[in-house]
């Protein structure tokens, strides 16, 4: 019983979908020439639209399903660390919560951005911190992930999903030392601090879900309950998800009963995105993303990895989900939804989460398909992995009540696939090895 719950819940996550070519500095001399680089550098993965961390979904992991994938590559050898970033925030906030998680310290969303915006700075008694030997008044907080993080301590960033967007935003805060609207973020560059991003299914060019999903609140709510139930199995008043949303004043107060702290949240004005683009749903579009684009440059010093995945196959003028998409998200393969129909028929493939065509690279990046050797400064794109959803390649569980493997005999393209848990760990421990080799 409790597994079905926790494949209804996960079908709830149905829900959750989740740059111009800039050049460096060139200052990368030192990161490079020293040993310490790609080979010990760890993998930080980064979850996407509506994420959890390892802790808070009772042993379901968001990168590996019923398995964990951070513990997975660490026991083959590649130190891989779990970040986990505000599920619901702007790409700017979870880029920068990310940056304090790996290095330590207290977020500090930058005086600008948080005066445009109307959100506390940052303060330790409502923004989170992480603790880091550099820093006493850190003590008590959950350690960094990787405090040492330099030039010549880099890391690798891996983000799925709205991950994707994360990442390479958070590459250019550390290069160019903030954004145009918040110069001096960091209080200097931090060039070769990271030596490669992976995105994987990522909205790199936002995703037209968004636009479908035009009643965000009753989503949000839906979603979240199913999450409740998803970790609480009966109580949802336990939940252990948690919004992340302290920078907005919406913190869960002690022994607050998880209904109504979300219930809180959800009268918050913060996801009205037609007064407020710093949330989510704004990044996503495309007009969002767009947005990032303009300022968010593809660095001539980092490598760029993609990774694109398609449920569907076109028929005509349209494209259609595979018989056996699964409950998880398949909902929203079908006509009508994702825009898979009309004029822009680039746009119509997708993974029912995001179209594929926004996962290759960012729009005024140089993508390249990648045969063997990395090239950095570009997008070295894996292709299309053809019959995948956009948990599949994150390893989530199928729901058997969809009968997903069976029903696929007409597909065009071949059936529905799913990694097998070898193909699935092959994939990843590839992938690992060759960031190991970057130089
Ligand atoms: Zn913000």
């Given at each position: 019983m409790k597994r079905t719950m926790c494949l209804g819940a996960v079908a709830t996550m149905a829900l959750a979908f989740s740059g111009c070519t800039g050049a460096s500095d060139g200052n990368t001399e030192e990161a490079t020439s020293?040993?310490?680089?790609?080979?010990t550098a760890p993998i930080i993965l980064v979850h996407g639209f509506a994420g959890f961390g390892?802790?808070?979904?009772?042993?379901?992991?968001?990168?590996?399903?019923?398995?964990d994938l951070g513990e997975y590559l660490t026991n083959q050898g590649h130190v891989t660390k779990t970040a986990v970033v505000g599920?619901?925030?702007?790409n700017w906030d979870r880029a920068i919560e990310l940056y304090y998680q790996i290095k330590g310290g207290c977020v500090d969303y930058g005086h600008s951005h948080s005066e445009k915006f109307g959100?506390?700075?940052?303060r330790p008694d409502v923004v989170k911190c992480w603790h880091t030997?550099?820093?006493?008044?850190?003590?008590?907080f959950p350690e960094a992930l990787?405090?040492?993080?330099?030039a010549r301590h880099p890391v690798h960033l891996m983000g799925h999903s709205m991950g994707g967007q994360t990442t390479k935003m958070l590459v250019h805060l550390l290069e160019a030392d903030?954004?145009?609207?918040?110069?001096?973020l960091f209080g200097g560059v931090k060039t070769g601090w990271v030596k490669s991003v992976t995105a994987i299914s990522a909205s790199l060019n936002g995703t037209t879900l968004t636009n479908v999903a035009t009643n965000y609140v009753p989503m949000i709510k839906n979603l979240v309950a199913g999450v409740a139930a998803f970790v609480g199995v009966a109580d949802?008043?336990?939940?252990?998800?948690?919004?992340?949303f302290e920078q907005w004043g919406l913190k869960r107060n002690e022994g607050e009963k998880f209904l109504s702290y979300r219930d809180r949240v959800m009268a918050s004005?913060?996801?009205?995105v037609s007064s407020n683009k710093d949330i989510s749903l704004w990044s996503l579009s495309r007009e969002g993303a767009s947005e990032e684009n303009a300022w968010v440059n593809t660095w001539s010093n980092v490598y760029y990895f993609s990774q694109a995945t398609r449920a569907t196959y076109t028929v005509g003028t349209v494209d259609l989900p595979y018989?056996?998409?699964?409950m998880l998200v398949g909902?929203?393969?079908?006509?009508?939804a994702m825009g898979?129909?009309?004029?822009?028929?680039?746009?119509?493939?997708?993974?029912c989460v995001v179209?594929?065509?926004?996962?290759?690279?960012?729009?005024g990046s140089t993508v390249v398909k990648f045969t063997g050797t990395p090239q950095r400064g570009k997008w070295n794109s894996f292709g299309v992995l053809e019959g995948?959803?956009?948990?599949d390649v994150t390893h989530w569980p199928s729901n058997p009540l969809t009968l997903r493997k069976v029903?696929?005999?007409?597909?065009p393209v071949g059936p529905m696939r799913f990694w097998s848990d070898e193909e699935y760990h092959g994939y990843y421990l590839e992938h690992a090895d060759r960031l190991s080799t970057l130089r």
């Amino acid at each position: 019983m409790k597994r079905t719950m926790c494949l209804g819940a996960v079908a709830t996550m149905a829900l959750a979908f989740s740059g111009c070519t800039g050049a460096s500095d060139g200052n990368t001399e030192e990161a490079t020439s020293e040993s310490e680089t790609a080979a010990t550098a760890p993998i930080i993965l980064v979850h996407g639209f509506a994420g959890f961390g390892p802790d808070e979904a009772l042993g379901f992991r968001y990168w590996g399903g019923m398995e964990d994938l951070g513990e997975y590559l660490t026991n083959q050898g590649h130190v891989t660390k779990t970040a986990v970033v505000g599920p619901f925030s702007s790409n700017w906030d979870r880029a920068i919560e990310l940056y304090y998680q790996i290095k330590g310290g207290c977020v500090d969303y930058g005086h600008s951005h948080s005066e445009k915006f109307g959100h506390y700075r940052g303060r330790p008694d409502v923004v989170k911190c992480w603790h880091t030997p550099a820093d006493p008044s850190t003590a008590g907080f959950p350690e960094a992930l990787y405090p040492q993080w330099d030039a010549r301590h880099p890391v690798h960033l891996m983000g799925h999903s709205m991950g994707g967007q994360t990442t390479k935003m958070l590459v250019h805060l550390l290069e160019a030392d903030g954004a145009p609207l918040e110069p001096g973020l960091f209080g200097g560059v931090k060039t070769g601090w990271v030596k490669s991003v992976t995105a994987i299914s990522a909205s790199l060019n936002g995703t037209t879900l968004t636009n479908v999903a035009t009643n965000y609140v009753p989503m949000i709510k839906n979603l979240v309950a199913g999450v409740a139930a998803f970790v609480g199995v009966a109580d949802e008043n336990n939940s252990l998800y948690n919004f992340k949303f302290e920078q907005w004043g919406l913190k869960r107060n002690e022994g607050e009963k998880f209904l109504s702290y979300r219930d809180r949240v959800m009268a918050s004005k913060v996801w009205n995105v037609s007064s407020n683009k710093d949330i989510s749903l704004w990044s996503l579009s495309r007009e969002g993303a767009s947005e990032e684009n303009a300022w968010v440059n593809t660095w001539s010093n980092v490598y760029y990895f993609s990774q694109a995945t398609r449920a569907t196959y076109t028929v005509g003028t349209v494209d259609l989900p595979y018989a056996s998409a699964n409950m998880l998200v398949g909902l929203f393969c079908g006509l009508g939804a994702m825009g898979n129909y009309g004029k822009d028929q680039s746009w119509h493939a997708n993974d029912c989460v995001v179209n594929t065509t926004s996962m290759a690279g960012p729009s005024g990046s140089t993508v390249v398909k990648f045969t063997g050797t990395p090239q950095r400064g570009k997008w070295n794109s894996f292709g299309v992995l053809e019959g995948f959803d956009h948990f599949d390649v994150t390893h989530w569980p199928s729901n058997p009540l969809t009968l997903r493997k069976v029903s696929v005999g007409k597909d065009p393209v071949g059936p529905m696939r799913f990694w097998s848990d070898e193909e699935y760990h092959g994939y990843y421990l590839e992938h690992a090895d060759r960031l190991s080799t970057l130089r």
